[in-house]
């Protein structure tokens, strides 16, 4: 199993930009899709994007499309979120996930495991 540590969060005004990381631990880091989602106050968890093993797939969110980049280093074992543009919908909790299965640009959590602790990003108006 792999385990996920997020960092990167912070408070960023509104048109910003904030980079998220996520490091992992585990052989199989490599060999698997993985993804963020985020949770906002009193909302439920939902998927902001998405890469497969190799880095050369992804997917995202259309609240997010064209402001957000996913990508990852298999090398460092870690995966990053470039967030652009960013806007107080935006606030919320995010968190890495690495995926069990092969479903194919899959968006639900219960394709996803090793959910990590989370980073804050706020968005101030």
């Known amino acids: 199993q792999v385990q996920l540590v997020e960092s990167g969060g912070g408070l960023v005004q509104a048109g910003g930009s904030l980079r998220l990381s996520c490091a992992a631990s585990g052989r199989t880091f490599s060999s698997r899709p993985m993804a963020w989602f985020r949770q906002a106050p009193g909302k439920e968890r939902d998927f902001v994007a998405a890469i497969n093993w190799s880095g050369g797939i992804t997917y995202y969110a259309t609240s997010v499309k064209g402001r957000f980049t996913i990508s990852r280093d298999n090398t460092k074992n870690m995966m990053y979120l470039q967030m652009n543009s960013l806007k107080p919908e935006d606030t919320a909790v995010y968190y890495c996930?690495?995926?069990?299965?092969?479903?194919?640009?899959?968006?639900?959590?219960?394709?996803?495991?090793?959910w990590g602790q989370g980073t804050q990003v706020t968005v101030s108006s």
């Open positions: 996930a690495s995926q069990i299965n092969s479903r194919p640009n899959t968006q639900y959590m219960s394709d996803f495991e090793s």
